[in-house]
């Protein structure tokens, strides 16, 4: 237990201190001999990566559209009616986020406009791994599907056999993305960044992925031949603020429900009760032996922060910096708190929401920013799969009560062509009255 108010100041930062990341120079370097390869091979570049990662016995990146079809049939009833529930709560959800178009006059004979236009081609990453993330699918394909998106291409990495998860196929299809390719990795993200001769180039690459998956996403996006990525990403995190009233099987659960991430995922409680720490780290040793991804829960747990305050406000100001992917507040009245909160990619207000609603079927989107983003990146909403562009249009009226300004402006600037184009209209209007 971390006692807040004793701390230094560069002992609070040190206890607010994500994971470390993996090498990064060797992540660099090997990230960009796999992009080179991609773009300069194409199909046979990501197919060798695939066979040595995923499918040894991997020929062809596309999958069928009968494949995912058949594919998709094999999902269990259940579970093809909790897919369908969450993706009508996310596309509810998402529906509600189409954004409205402007036009003002703004000097008389002079309109301007904002207008918003869907993503023509976008890239789809799904981790593979060891669980199939349907979820995952439903996070990508519903916003790209409501924003109009002519083209979704999905990208996941097959299994040994060649194949993806049912589930995968089924939210796909709901979705209605039939380009599914079976590969992953950094090979995945430059196919869709550069294209190849299966994987059309995409305007901007979405989704989650290990370390590798992130530094691709990163390398592309800052290159002009590259394509634009949702956010900057790191391991899952989640940091839970309750009060001595909060349920501490429920907070460690929540605590839990991130650590089975993966190992590098990070857990932090924040609470002013001494005693529902103790509680809470009691409950994280008992559920813990239940998972049955406890070997990774267990090591991710080894970077878990428990952090004493003296209130509740402290605790937010302690959540505010670390800025948390998920921020949990299970404190009385929760929601009171909610303005006080700056940074975080989603937050959950209550006993009764977990985190795991946000992550399946509440209607939110569950990419968010990790590692500290939250405080200068949003969660991936529709707006992400579209662009805004603006239209101005004036007329003989609105070129005579503007231009003298923007000439005054133009000179002012120095930039004497600029002047020019609107002195060479008002000069053509005066010899009209003229006439």
């Avoid at 094999?74 to 009508?88: C, G, L, T, Y």
Wanted: with cysteine.
């Amino acid at each position: 237990m971390i006692t807040w108010s004793t701390l230094t100041f560069d002992e609070k930062r040190e206890a607010l201190a994500r994971p470390a990341m993996k090498d990064s120079a060797s992540l660099k370097a090997t990230v960009s001999q796999i992009l080179a390869e991609v773009q300069s091979h194409g199909d046979a570049a990501v197919i060798r990566y695939t066979q040595q990662f995923d499918c040894p016995s991997l020929t062809s990146l596309r999958l069928s559209n009968e494949r995912l079809h058949e594919l998709a049939e094999q999902v269990a009833d259940d579970v093809k009616r909790a897919i369908q529930i969450a993706f009508n709560n996310v596309k509810q959800f998402h529906e509600a986020q189409k954004p409205a178009d402007i036009r003002l006059t703004t000097t008389p004979g002079v309109t301007c406009e904002q207008r918003f236009t869907a993503l023509d081609t976008v890239g789809l990453y799904i981790p593979g791994g060891s669980a199939p993330l349907p979820s995952t699918v439903l996070m990508l394909g519903v916003p790209a599907s409501v924003a109009g998106c002519r083209r979704k291409i999905l990208c996941t990495p097959p299994n040994q056999n060649g194949e993806i998860a049912s589930e995968i196929a089924f939210a796909a299809r709901l979705c209605d993305i039939d380009e599914v390719y079976l590969c992953g990795g950094a090979q995945a993200i430059a196919a869709m960044a550069f294209g190849t001769e299966s994987v059309s180039k995409t305007d901007k690459i979405f989704g989650p992925g290990n370390s590798f998956v992130t530094e691709a996403k990163q390398q592309v996006s800052q290159r002009a031949d590259g394509a634009a990525i949702d956010m900057p990403a790191g391991p899952s995190e989640v940091l839970v603020i309750a009060d001595d009233n909060a349920n501490a099987d429920f907070v460690a659960a929540d605590l839990l429900s991130q650590a089975e991430h993966g190992p590098d995922s990070q857990a932090i409680l924040v609470s002013p009760s001494s005693s529902l720490i103790t509680a809470v780290q009691q409950a994280v040793e008992a559920q813990l032996a239940t998972l049955s991804r406890n070997h990774i829960a267990a090591k991710a747990m080894e970077n878990a922060r428990y952090i004493l305050t003296d209130t509740i406000s402290d605790a937010i100001a302690v959540s505010n910096v670390y800025a948390p992917e998920h921020l949990i507040v299970q404190v009385g009245n929760a929601r009171s708190y909610l303005p006080a909160i700056q940074n975080a990619g989603s937050v959950f207000l209550g006993a009764w929401s977990p985190e795991s609603a946000g992550d399946y079927a509440s209607g939110t989107n569950h990419v968010l920013p990790t590692y500290g983003y939250a405080r200068n990146y949003s969660s991936l909403g529709l707006l992400d799969f579209m662009r805004r562009f603006t239209v101005q249009e004036l007329s003989k009226e609105g070129i005579s009560n503007l231009g003298p300004a923007i000439m005054t402006l133009a000179q002012a600037e120095g930039l004497d062509a600029h002047k020019q184009a609107v002195a060479v209209r008002l000069n053509a209007l005066a010899q009209e009255c003229d006439q």
